[in-house]
T-cell receptor, first 115, second 116 residues
Framework: EAQVTQNPRYLITVTGKKLTVTCSQNMNHEYMSWYRQDPGLGLRQIYY???????DKGDVPEGYKVSRKEKRNFPLILESPSPNQTSLYFCASSPTQGIPGQPQHFGDGTRLSIL | GDSVTQMEGPVTLSEEAFLTINCTYTATGYPSLFWYVQYPGEGLQLLLK?????DKGSNKGFEATYRKETTSFHLEKGSVQVSDSAVYFC???????????????FGTGTKLQVIP
């Protein structure tokens, strides 16, 4: 089954404790992206990757890191989490972002609470 | 920059009522337009899309028409069901001038609740 898998689905942690949210897709997609969803703000892009070893900042990259060493994986790293990073996070992928009209495939989300 | 504005919710309707969720956009280029649906506890799923003016996207009884003259992409359904209760996101993708890719911009989402 074609899917985007995120782990963990839920995490409660404390300020400053490094954490990683994993994202994996099995569709051989070139493009992957991370979003955060906050009430009243919709989805905002954190980082994206056009292909292996190619990543760039989205609209709200501060406090986050990513890497793309393999095509299928795109982990999101919070080196020193803070309470303002409490949010619902989504990973998404699409075949390529160079062609108009390509929809994105989303994971089921990771709810992070930073105390 | 590009932006998407959609009507605020929540929208509460009785079963079999007619649904309209308004969406307007601003874009520098010639965007593709999308509606995504998010059911509770799940990620977003593509509902329908349109890639050029006057195209009508349709799926599961929902439809939306790409109106370039009014920069709109309103979502409609003739008769909603309880199972349609979800959050609906309007989105556009547009070519970034500095690169060769399509950037996606989402609206803030509209929550729909359908009561029996």
């Amino acid at each position: 089954e074609a899917q985007v898998t995120q782990n963990p689905r839920y995490l409660i942690t404390v300020t400053g404790k490094k954490l990683t949210v994993t994202c994996s897709q099995n569709m051989n997609h070139e493009y992957m992206s991370w979003y955060r969803q906050d009430p009243g703000l919709g989805l905002r892009q954190i980082y994206y990757s056009m292909n292996v070893e190619v990543t760039d900042k989205g609209d709200v990259p501060e406090g986050y890191k990513v890497s793309r060493k393999e095509k299928r994986n795109f982990p999101l790293i919070l080196e020193s989490p803070s309470p303002n990073q409490t949010s619902l996070y989504f990973c998404a992928s699409s075949p390529t972002q160079g062609i108009p009209g390509q929809p994105q495939h989303f994971g089921d989300g990771t709810r992070l609470s930073i105390l | 920059g590009d932006s998407v504005t959609q009507m605020e919710g929540p929208v509460t309707l009785s079963e079999e009522a007619f649904l309209t969720i308004n969406c307007t956009y601003t874009a520098t280029g010639y965007p593709s337009l999308f509606w995504y649906v998010q059911y509770p506890g799940e990620g977003l799923q593509l509902l329908l899309k349109a890639t050029k003016a006057d195209d009508k996207g349709s799926n599961k009884g929902f439809e939306a028409t790409y109106r370039k003259e009014t920069t709109s992409f309103h979502l409609e359904k003739g008769s909603v069901q309880v199972s349609d209760s979800a959050v609906y996101f309007c989105a556009l993708s547009d070519r970034v001038s500095s690169g060769g890719y399509q950037k996606v911009t989402f609206g803030t989402g509209t929550k729909l609740q359908v009561i029996p």
